[in-house]
């Protein structure tokens, strides 16, 4: 996943190989990030691989409202497990003709296949932590999870990764 950054004239985001000092504590992973920088919003974004299982983690730090972001995924996804770790203000996930607003701690599922530049995501002023988990058609299959089965999954890697908020799951 990276983010298209000829999506939105009005956020002229420029990639950089320098992460800032404020993101160097949310850096966790061997393969080197993608940072995206525009003075309105600022994206990190990490791929990650524990368990067998590669996803991202993402952080966003947006200093106004409604900035409409485009992310461009790996050919042949057919679902994506996003869960919010930090979610200060609003984050809408929009996807084909569905938009979900996820709010801290929680999760939703995108399906339906993907294609490049198919994930959009609308957040206000705040900061936003996620990881997605992307799963292709085979795996869809497989591995098609109930309400206490996400969590479980996504508890063994926020705690692998030391994000688990023990508080918020009391």
Known sequence: MK???NFNSLLPFQQSE???ASFEHYLSSEKPPLYYATPQCSVLIQQMQLF???FWYTVINATEDNL???FDLTPGLSKLLIYTIQ???EMMFLHQDIGID???NDYCYLG???QPRDLRVLVSKGSYQSLAFPFSPEQDDSESMKSAETFAFVNKFLFALG???TEARK
């Open 3 to 5: 983010l298209d950054v």
């Open 18 to 20: 320098h992460i800032p």
């Open 52 to 54: 067998e299982k590669s």
């Open 68 to 70: 409409l972001l485009r």
């Open 87 to 89: 979610n200060d203000s």
């Open 102 to 104: 996820i709010g801290e």
């Open 112 to 114: 339906g296949g993907f």
């Open 163 to 165: 994000l688990m908020n």
